[in-house]
């Protein structure tokens, strides 16, 4: 289910919920939004999830086995598990009470995707996607046991198909 709402008098917030075994594509409309909340949201063996520039923030409840590709200023991550995240991020990403997350920078691209940061403004030259604060984890000594970075190998560069 999707739709497009007013969330705390944020219009044109998108809300995505119950999504099992899918694959979601948002770009161009993406960037008119001032948030991105995926509220309640059960993403149980989703394929894939990609998002192009995000002017302001995102919020993830109750992913399983995913793969999100998202480029935005701010995301937060709640209640998560087992999933991977490729991400463009110019705050730090936060994660609270989640396990087995792993992180690599944002390769996915598409015609129009420079246009798209130009107008989200997104700065191409910061991304801090290898920053993740856990806020179950509070040891500065220690890295977190919650999160990785992928693996060189287990990175993926998405391209999205051209339309005929």
Excluded at 21 to 33: A, N, Y
Aim: hydrophobic share 35%; aromatic share 8%; with cysteine.
């Amino acid at each position: 289910m999707c739709s497009t709402v007013e969330i705390a008098g944020q219009p044109n917030a998108l809300h995505m919920r119950d999504l099992k075994s899918c694959k979601v594509g948002l770009l161009e409309g993406t960037l008119i939004l001032r948030s991105i909340r995926m509220l309640n949201t059960l993403f149980k063996s989703c394929i894939q999830v990609c998002i192009g520039p995000v002017s302001r923030s995102l919020l993830l409840h109750e992913c399983t086995g995913c793969e999100f590709h998202i480029a935005c200023q701010q995301l937060r991550i709640h209640t998560s598990t087992a999933t991977d995240f490729h991400i463009h991020v110019t705050s730090k990403a936060i994660i609270e009470d989640c396990r087995d997350l792993r992180f690599a920078k944002y390769a996915w691209t598409y015609d129009g995707i420079e246009e798209d940061y130009r107008v989200s403004g997104l700065r191409r030259d910061v991304n801090n996607w290898d920053k993740v604060d856990d806020f179950n984890w509070l040891n500065p000594t220690e890295a977190s046991p919650n999160w990785s970075i992928m693996p060189p190998g287990a990175q993926q560069h998405r391209i999205l198909p051209q339309s005929e």
